[in-house]
């Protein structure tokens, strides 16, 4: 049997010190799908699943007749459809699982039995009571792992044991406890387990070692893992968690050899401490810490696992094997961090995620939100000033330079023009493809919105002439010749001081050339550019001429 080892060597130590300071969080979006209004009844939701692009929801309710509902609704929180309502045969529910388009999931049953468990057929739209268990046998229970045939369960406790591991068979309906030699020198209230093969492993909340008063102060061991044959022989304690570093694990999670978990403290609103280990115990290694208590399990999505403390989403890497905060609940109505308790989680994605919140005294009594973890598109820069000559079929500008996406989403683009009737747009891609419609000079608007609704615009300006309209007035102290140009143009200036540099631009909007004025008459050579259309820009402290040149 392990203890944590509490001390980390000086170069781990210094990995986890720079990840907490310097990681920082993602930007995101976060959206209020419901709102549980302030009446005399209770509401919570209590399990989130995500199937075919829908959201399964089960929630507990304290009203009349009505303890509770399994319903389905879009992503957005619109179309909420009832498929189940608690109440009669069946009371509170208190989770499901999704396996093979079926939820399974436990509730209570009557007055007198206790434990029930139900299954939810989504393409049959058919809710079945599997079965419903006598107190003696199991008080609480959870669904801990599915088989085609089997339900492995976890009971906290009962009549005759402080917890066990069992099955119930799905066609026969048989219920059949597997391990239930509970104590506080092994194991008690099972909270998971993983079935690997032939091996089960097991957390339990609290079970042997080191004792501890819990809220209520009653004493009792802390928290512990152990390992035993699926028919509940062999039974090893492997792992056990230590006061003020994690008593309690909370989930437990499999890859490559290598075993996940999150251990708690209770009552002590301390950190959550997410450890990896081997299938023995052995080369527990520290990944990481939320900053406040740990309140999930995890959800793996790829390859990450995503948790919840009592103010942020964390996300565990399992290829770099580090932990660390993704998004801290706060800035919006409410405040999750001071308010709310979640209650349940989904992750659809490495950027979706849903939680339920309850118990909010500023905010109603809590809600249901979606989280975008996103970073909306940037801008670098524009195109300038195009400028086009009457009669051009098309041009095309690529916008790749200037918007791009920290998260390498496809971007979709709206080009909107301040004046109607002079250019015109069609999009290929990441390119813009300009059309005349007729002469003129306006601003144009180009906006990217990324897939989860953020965006960014950047603007530019479009001149399309025939040589003589001109579109800006021209400033009574500077003059511009030869118009069209042959190799060269001339500046010529009223007041030496009003200008001080200029600069040429070619039709795409870049810069080809920068100068300076020293006197009143200044040259531009053209010889080295070729013929078409340009832009001179003259620029001084308080004002900027630009002018249209034919070379």
């Given at each position: 049997?392990?203890?944590?080892?509490?001390?980390?060597?000086?170069?781990?130590?210094l990995v986890l010190v720079c990840l907490l300071l310097f990681g920082v969080p993602a930007q995101s979006q976060v959206t209020f799908l419901e709102h549980?209004?302030?009446?005399?009844?209770?509401e919570r939701v209590v399990s989130i699943e995500f199937y075919e692009g829908k959201l399964y929801v089960l929630s507990q309710q304290d009203a009349e007749y009505i303890d509770g509902f399994l319903y389905r609704m879009n992503t957005d929180g619109s179309e909420r459809e009832i498929l189940h309502v608690f109440g009669a045969e069946v009371r509170y529910p208190r989770h499901f699982k999704l396996h093979k388009g079926i939820l399974y999931g436990s509730a209570e049953g009557t007055v007198s039995r206790l434990s029930a468990f139900f299954q939810y057929h989504i393409e049959e739209d058919k809710f079945e009571v599997i079965t419903d268990l006598p107190r003696w046998?199991?008080?609480?229970?959870?669904?801990?792992?599915?088989?085609?045939?089997?339900?492995?369960?976890?009971?906290d406790y009962s009549l005759e044991d402080?917890?066990?591991?069992?099955?119930?068979?799905?066609?026969?309906?048989?219920?059949?406890?597997?391990?239930?030699?509970?104590?506080?020198?092994?194991?008690?209230?099972?909270?998971?387990?993983?079935?690997?093969?032939?091996?089960?492993?097991?957390?339990?909340?609290?079970?042997?070692?080191?004792?501890?008063?819990?809220?209520?102060?009653?004493?009792?061991?802390?928290?512990?893992?152990?390992?035993?044959?699926?028919?509940?022989?062999?039974?090893?304690?492997?792992?056990?968690?230590?006061?003020?570093?994690?008593?309690?694990?909370?989930?437990?999670?499999?890859?490559?050899?290598?075993?996940?978990?999150?251990?708690?403290?209770?009552?002590?609103a301390g950190p959550g401490h997410i450890v990896r280990f081997n299938l023995d115990g052995s080369e527990v290694v520290s990944l990481g810490t939320t900053q406040q208590l740990a309140v999930s399990g995890f959800k793996p999505v790829g390859n990450n696992l995503y948790g919840v403390s009592?103010?942020?989403?964390?996300?565990?890497?399992?290829?770099?094997?580090?932990?660390?905060?993704?998004?801290?609940?706060?800035?919006?109505?409410?405040?999750?961090?001071?308010?709310?308790?979640?209650?349940?989680?989904?992750?659809?994605?490495?950027?979706?995620?849903?939680?339920?919140?309850?118990?909010?005294?500023?905010?109603?009594?809590?809600?249901?939100?979606?989280?975008?973890?996103?970073?909306?598109?940037?801008?670098?820069?524009?195109?300038?000033?195009?400028?086009?000559?009457?009669?051009?079929?098309?041009?095309?500008v690529d916008l790749t330079p200037y918007f791009t996406d920290d998260d390498l989403d496809e971007l979709v683009y709206e080009a909107i023009p301040d004046k109607a009737g002079i250019i015109s747009f069609r999009y290929a891609g990441d390119t813009l493809l300009l059309q005349e419609e007729g002469l003129g000079q306006t601003w144009v608007t180009v906006k990217a919105t990324d897939p989860f609704g953020a965006s960014n615009q950047m603007r530019f300006k479009v001149t399309v002439t025939d040589g003589k309209t001109g579109f800006e007035e021209p400033e009574p102290f500077?003059?511009?010749?030869?118009?069209?140009?042959?190799?060269?143009?001339?500046?010529?200036?009223?007041?030496?001081?009003?200008?001080?540099?200029?600069?040429?631009?070619?039709?795409?909007?870049?810069?080809?050339?920068?100068?300076?004025?020293?006197?009143?008459?200044?040259?531009?050579?053209l010889s080295r550019f070729t013929p078409g259309l340009y832009l001179l820009e003259v620029k001084g402290d308080q004002v900027v001429h630009r002018t249209l040149i034919i070379e």
């Open positions: 049997m392990k203890f944590f080892n509490l001390f980390l060597s000086r170069s781990a130590l549980y209004p302030e009446t005399d009844i209770v046998q199991s008080w609480t229970s959870l669904v801990g792992h599915i088989t085609d045939s089997l339900i492995w369960g976890l009971s402080e917890g066990s591991l069992f099955t119930l068979s799905l066609d026969k309906k048989e219920f059949e406890k597997v391990y239930n030699q509970t104590g506080l020198d092994r194991g008690q209230d099972p909270v998971a387990m993983l079935h690997l093969d032939s091996l089960f492993l097991v957390a339990f909340y609290r079970g042997g070692g080191i004792p501890l008063p819990d809220e209520e102060g009653v004493f009792a061991g802390t928290g512990c893992i152990a390992r035993m044959n699926p028919d509940g022989s062999d039974y090893q304690v492997i792992l056990q968690g230590a006061p003020g570093f994690g008593a309690h694990p909370l989930d437990l999670f499999y890859q490559e050899g290598k075993i996940y978990t999150v251990f708690y403290d209770k009552g002590r009592r103010n942020s989403l964390y996300r565990v890497d399992l290829a770099a094997d580090t932990a660390l905060d993704v998004f801290t609940f706060g800035g919006f109505p409410g405040d999750v961090a001071d308010v709310f308790l979640v209650d349940a989680f989904c992750a659809v994605s490495d950027r979706e995620f849903y939680f339920s919140a309850s118990k909010g005294g500023d905010y109603d009594k809590g809600g249901f939100f979606k989280i975008i973890v996103n970073t909306p598109p940037s801008v670098w820069g524009n195109p300038g000033h195009l400028v086009y000559w009457d009669g051009f079929e098309q041009d095309a500077l003059s511009v010749y030869p118009n069209p140009a042959k190799k060269q143009v001339f500046l010529e200036l009223e007041l030496l001081s009003s200008f001080s540099s200029f600069s040429l631009f070619d039709s795409r909007g870049q810069k080809q050339f920068t100068g300076e004025i020293r006197s009143h008459r200044t040259q531009v050579d």
